[in-house]
């Protein structure tokens, strides 16, 4: 497979080893106070936010959505979208990186870009995600055929792209649904149209009757023969409850006061014909068209639904041109419309997944995330994370009835949190930050120990167990010692502690600041002591 190369590379590929964990500062809850603790907003370069993000979101991610900026040389007002080419690679790729941590086993990844850096994105997702996982670019039309551009511009560019990478082979996108209702009871593939021709099947003629002023009749049949004639409700003199006319015929071709009759040929060895519908005949109607066609088989069209495969091209060029105060934010450059979103997000998630942008502009990813009752995660740099972000997501909450509201049957209600990045977790000496607290550091080391993403807080030194081995912290306070460094130093009053507090008979693994039981002892009793801040640091 090729790889993209470029100057600064080297550097690229380990920037986000190097980023330093930093914390995550609750400033403040919208909303229903449970409902925020699922979404989050957070102000802050999002490079440390996603390193942040690791130790509580790996592999957790169901969908990641990001519209970075497009390196197209232009300046947006929020955006420095004016990178060197080789500038906005060396950005993207840590990026890439950390995301794909955060990404679950069967989540997607989608990029929506224009085509001044979207083929080299392709080759840099390929070495991130895998060339396997590649599933498809779909093609959005985002401006108008006939829009009046400066005369200075060479080119009338319509089209953007998203490409749509999975993380796995389990991540199986949401087809759309073909719903069959109706009361027909066959289905049939028309094959030619036109006027005293049949076609056979099994030996056996199928003929399909349509008048010009009748809706097109369905006529099923099988191998015994033609069977049945169906037709939808608006000719049945309002009647739209399925129900069929029959007649039973033998070879005679007539008409009655009622409508047409059409020779039909015996079928079978029974003598009849066929059952079909006849009804008024309109002045003017044009005898004896039919349809000819081959019967698909029978099924009940009430309770069929097909998959249908996603489309590659959309035209949004009414939305795009329309979506610059949705949200009741203006935000000219860029901005995304909610109904694209909503598309994005049903083929690629269902409810209650958790949903991360990390170039969340105004905000539109979160909002439509937060009215199809999806969790999610924004990431923003600039000021208007609180600009616009916090209005507009309040304004969510409040039950706004701009986007996809309507479709969705948006009333208001939930809530989000807005974070700001803090300290980072180890200061320049290497020691744990003063504001780094036990739950904070549980996690970090969890990450470290087990690359994987805490499932709970815990509430005493016991902190998980993975493939048969259990951790402990001793970290300030965690014992009821409120002194600095009280109850970090593991003795055998401690170790026999941690006993009652997780009883466990494989390997023990203790994270503390010192330890006063010697090694031969540990090893008899199966334990592996890890002295902090030294043990942690030299790994992140």
Same mark, same amino acid.
Request: aromatic share 10%; glycine share 10%; charged share 20%.
């Given at each position: ?13 380990? @920037? ?5 964990? $930093? ?23 999002? #490079? ?11 592999? %957790? ?16 007002? $929020? ?20 995301? +794909? ?18 083929? &080299? ?28 551009? %400066? ?5 009338? %560019? ?20 073909? %719903? ?53 409700? /608006? ?5 739209? /409850? ?32 066929? +059952? ?18 081959? *019967?698909?088989?029978?099924?009940? #069209? ?47 998630? /269902? ?6 942008? /990390? ?62 990045? =803090? ?6 000496? =290497?020691?744990?930050? @003063? ?8 996690? &970090? ?25 259990? &951790? ?6 965690? #014992?009821?010692? +409120? ?12 170790? @026999? ?5 997780? *009883? ?29 801040? &030294?043990?942690? $640091?030299?790994?992140?």
């Amino acid at each position: 497979m090729p790889f993209l190369d470029w100057v600064n590379k080297n550097h690229a590929v380990t @920037a986000s080893q190097a980023v330093p964990y $930093h914390l995550l500062q609750l400033e403040q809850s919208f909303g229903d106070v449970q409902a925020a603790q699922d979404n989050l907003l957070i102000q802050g370069d999002n #490079l440390q936010a996603l390193k942040a993000l690791l130790p509580f979101y790996t592999n %957790k991610v169901k969908c990641i959505f990001i519209d970075p900026p497009y390196n197209t040389g232009s300046a947006f007002e $929020h955006y420095d979208d004016k990178l060197e080419h080789s500038q906005w690679l060396t950005m993207m790729y840590p990026r890439l990186v950390l995301l +794909r941590e955060l990404l679950a086993d069967d989540g997607f990844f989608v990029v929506h870009l224009d085509d001044a850096e979207s083929h &080299y994105m392709k080759v840099m997702m390929d070495e991130v995600l895998g060339r396997a996982n590649y599933h498809a670019s779909i093609y959005i039309q985002v401006r108008y055929t006939d829009k009046t551009l %400066k005369s200075a511009m060479a080119y009338h %560019k319509q089209v953007e792209q998203a490409l749509v990478y999975g993380k796995s082979p389990l991540s199986k996108p949401n087809r759309p649904q073909l %719903k069959l209702e109706g009361f027909e009871k066959f289905e049939y593939q028309v094959i030619e149209k036109g006027e005293g021709k049949t076609i056979e099947l099994n030996g056996k003629p199928v003929i399909m009757f349509a008048d010009s002023e009748y809706e097109i009749v369905k006529v099923a049949g099988n191998v015994d023969g033609l069977k049945e004639i169906w037709a939808s409700g /608006s000719i049945l003199d309002g009647n739209s /409850s399925g129900r069929f006319f029959r007649d039973y015929l033998t070879g005679r071709h007539e008409l009655d006061g009622l409508g047409v009759l059409y020779k039909v040929p015996n079928i079978g060895d029974d003598g009849l014909g066929c +059952r079909y519908f006849t009804g008024p005949k309109k002045q003017g109607a044009t005898k004896g068209k039919y349809y000819q066609g081959v *019967p698909l088989g029978k099924r009940d #069209l009430l309770e069929q639904v097909l998959d249908q495969p996603i489309e590659n091209f959309y035209d949004l060029s009414g939305a795009f041109g329309n979506c610059r105060m949705e949200g009741d934010v203006s935000f000219r450059s860029g901005k995304k419309p909610e109904q694209y979103l909503n598309s994005m997000l049903e083929f690629f998630t /269902s409810k209650n997944d958790l949903i991360l942008d /990390s170039f969340l502009g105004s905000g539109t990813t979160a909002a439509v995330a937060h009215k199809m009752k999806r969790r999610y995660i924004g990431i923003e740099m600039g000021e208007h994370a609180k600009t616009h972000c916090i209005p507009r997501l309040q304004k969510v909450i409040e039950g706004e009835q701009g986007g996809i509201s309507k479709a969705v049957n948006w009333q208001g209600g939930g809530g989000f949190s807005f974070y700001t990045l =803090g300290d980072a977790v180890f200061d320049a000496n =290497g020691h744990i930050s @003063a504001s780094v607290r036990f739950h904070a550091l549980a996690a &970090y080391i969890w990450l470290l120990e087990t690359k994987t993403a805490t499932v709970t807080q815990p509430h005493t030194p016991f902190i998980g167990e993975h493939e048969g081995v259990a &951790y402990y912290l001793l970290y300030n306070g965690i #014992l009821g010692d +409120r002194r600095p460094n009280g109850g970090n130093v593991l003795t055998n009053p401690i170790l @026999a502690h941690l006993n009652t507090v997780h *009883p466990h008979t494989g390997k023990k693994i203790v994270f503390g600041e010192a330890c006063r039981i010697g090694d031969e002892k540990l090893a008899s009793l199966d334990v592996v002591f890890k002295q902090i801040p &030294y043990e942690l $640091h030299q790994r992140v």
